[in-house]
């Protein structure tokens, strides 16, 4: 999929009905905290904690997420997407005073004390005539430090005007800046030219006043944000895909609130991926986390937890401190699944801490089992003799049996968001029988590649999968819309993981069913053109 974006307008440009469905990535994490500086309530992609590092300041002691993002990337993880968010945190201004008294007032577009920022005002090629009494240049620069001469960004704006009605006026060309934007009212005066204080710099700059703040500790609310104003959780949109997501501590020894927890384990439902959940510091051994993975509030099959905390060389404090294991385990997961499907159950996805990692407490084998058994996954310094099939938090709470395994969920996620995004088509196509079995083939090629790559492998051959699109599932209706029916087999008993996706103008709507003992067809949903999927629909499955 190609995207783009222009002067904040999103472009994307998705499979179409003549291309085959891609396979989303299954190891794309997305973090939500704290940041030395950086923009707000924006995702941001990055590589590798250098990235982290130049858009979001490097490690703070005060932000959990700087130290999440590095374990992260030191355990193996390779793509991430952070949104920086704050509590009653304010920008460093600019003032650039005008002839009559006034000023030109620029406040960064980045709060915080960390966000560095000069400005400089000439008019340079602007004759001096009336015509062009209200116009000006101005620089701005983003520099490492004050005082530096490294300059890490810079925009500039030529023949800027204070008139109201001109075409380049001052407030309408800072609306596209991603350093300043406009605090208060455009003066009347254009500003003056900024006078050289230091004849050993090359031009002259007014420096942001050290008025910024980087806000307080953070609270559930800074972390929910607004689904309206698309901030904290919310900041994430529709193009900013990701397979999972993590919320780092609030704060050195504050953890997520449930509030917060709550919405995010939302949000993964609604976006098909896993929420990733740290174990209370309180679980200080095996029986006690037994005991607390039991009674845990978040048990879902799309939760994943880990333990024990981990110990970690803190380069700020210069000593090893413990940390939550989130990061550093999302970071394994990444590093394997470049060498693997993420669907695989045969115990790979149990590597090793990296090298400078190790787990706070010792967990021996036996009571590690008993953790699987309830959905808590064991950290370790080194591969363990007899690895075990990574497990999510449902346990045995799991609506369906193979989803206690996170290969198997993930499978399932990333099926289903495949078929989503690939065939978003159809929402511009007409509800009619061409266009119904082009969709088809498309998802069969898809599902046809998971069975050759060994997604299904207790299924029988040539019975692991099926689609249904056509008039039993798009019945004449007032409204034409395109659905489609599709799932594959379990391999066990005749169970059957089905999915009813109808795109709407609002959005994809995926209903997940169970078709359970379906005998008809040989144990497969039966494509014959009598067969009564609406009588299917209502015997058969479970909503």
């Known amino acids: 999929m190609l995207r783009s974006s222009i002067q904040g307008i999103h472009v994307a440009a998705e499979s179409g009905a003549t291309d085959a469905i891609v396979r989303v990535d299954t190891a794309v994490v997305a973090f939500v905290g704290r940041a030395l500086r950086g923009p707000l309530h924006q995702p941001v992609t990055i590589r590798s904690f250098a990235d982290y590092q130049t858009v979001f300041g490097g490690l703070w002691q005060p932000s959990a997420m700087s130290y999440a993002v590095e374990q992260y990337f030191e355990n193996g993880g390779q793509l991430a997407r952070v949104v920086r968010v704050a509590n009653a945190a304010?920008?460093?201004?600019i003032r650039l005073p005008t002839r009559d008294g006034g000023a030109l007032l620029l406040e960064a577009r980045c709060p915080g004390t960390r966000e560095f920022l000069r400005a400089s005002v000439d008019y340079d090629n602007i004759p001096d005539v009336a015509g062009d009494a209200d116009a000006f240049n101005l620089v701005v620069h983003r520099v490492r430090s004050p005082g530096s001469e490294h300059v890490e960004d810079q925009e500039i704006f030529t023949r800027a005007s204070v008139h109201p009605e001109s075409s380049r006026n001052i407030g309408v060309l800072l609306a596209e800046s991603s350093l300043v934007r406009l605090k208060g009212p455009v003066p009347l005066m254009r500003p003056q030219q900024t006078e050289r204080g230091d004849l050993r710099s090359f031009a002259a700059y007014v420096a942001s006043s050290p008025d910024g703040d980087d806000g307080g500790p953070l609270s559930d609310y800074d972390l929910i944000g607004s689904a309206a104003e698309r901030t904290g959780l919310f900041?994430?949109?529709?193009?900013?895909?990701?397979?999972?997501l993590y919320l780092p501590?609030?704060?050195?020894?504050?953890?997520?609130?449930?509030?917060?927890?709550?919405?995010?384990?939302?949000?993964?439902?609604?976006?098909?991926?896993?929420?990733?959940?740290?174990?209370?510091?309180?679980?200080?051994?095996?029986?006690?986390?037994?005991?607390?993975?039991?009674?845990?509030?978040?048990a879902s099959d799309q939760a994943l937890m880990y333990y024990p905390w981990i110990q970690a060389y803190d380069r700020l404090r210069g000593r090893f401190e413990q940390f939550p294991p989130g990061a550093a385990a999302l970071g394994i997961l990444a590093r394997l699944a470049v060498a693997r499907e993420p669907w695989s159950t045969s115990g790979d996805d149990e590597g090793p801490l990296r090298p400078g990692f190790r787990p706070a407490c010792a967990i021996p084998d036996d009571q590690r089992a008993r953790l699987a058994s309830a959905g808590l996954n064991v950290l370790q310094a080194v591969?363990?003799?007899?690895?075990?099939?990574?497990?999510?938090?449902?346990?045995?709470?799991?609506?369906?049996?193979?989803?206690?395994?996170?290969?198997?969920?993930?499978l399932a996620l990333q099926m289903v968001e495949s078929v989503v995004r690939g065939t978003r088509w159809v929402l511009f196509e007409p509800s009619v029988p061409a266009v119904w079995r082009r969709l088809a083939r498309q998802i069969a090629t898809l599902l046809t590649g998971y069975e050759r790559d060994g997604a299904f492998p207790e299924a029988a051959p040539g019975g692991a999968w099926f689609v249904i699109c056509d008039e039993r599932v798009n019945p004449p209706r007032q409204t034409p819309l395109t659905s489609v029916l599709f799932g594959y087999s379990t391999g066990r008993d005749g169970t059957w993981i089905c999915w009813l996706l109808t795109h709407e103008p609002t959005g994809p709507r995926v209903q997940q069913t169970s078709l359970n003992q379906?005998?008809?067809?040989?144990?497969r949903p039966p494509l014959d053109p009598d067969f009564d999927v609406a009588t299917l629909l209502q015997e058969h499955f479970l909503n």
């Open 90 to 93: 304010r920008p460093v201004t």
């Open 235 to 244: 900041a994430f949109g529709e193009q900013d895909a990701f397979s999972f």
């Open 249 to 298: 501590p609030r704060a050195r020894d504050t953890a997520v609130g449930a509030s917060a927890l709550l919405v995010a384990a939302r949000m993964c439902r609604a976006r098909r991926a896993m929420l990733v959940v740290d174990p209370p510091v309180e679980w200080t051994s095996p029986l006690s986390a037994l005991s607390g993975v039991r009674e845990t509030p978040h």
């Open 383 to 410: 591969r363990a003799a007899k690895p075990m099939a990574a497990r999510t938090l449902a346990g045995a709470r799991a609506t369906v049996a193979e989803w206690r395994y996170l290969g198997r969920r993930r």
């Open 518 to 523: 379906l005998q008809s067809a040989g144990g």
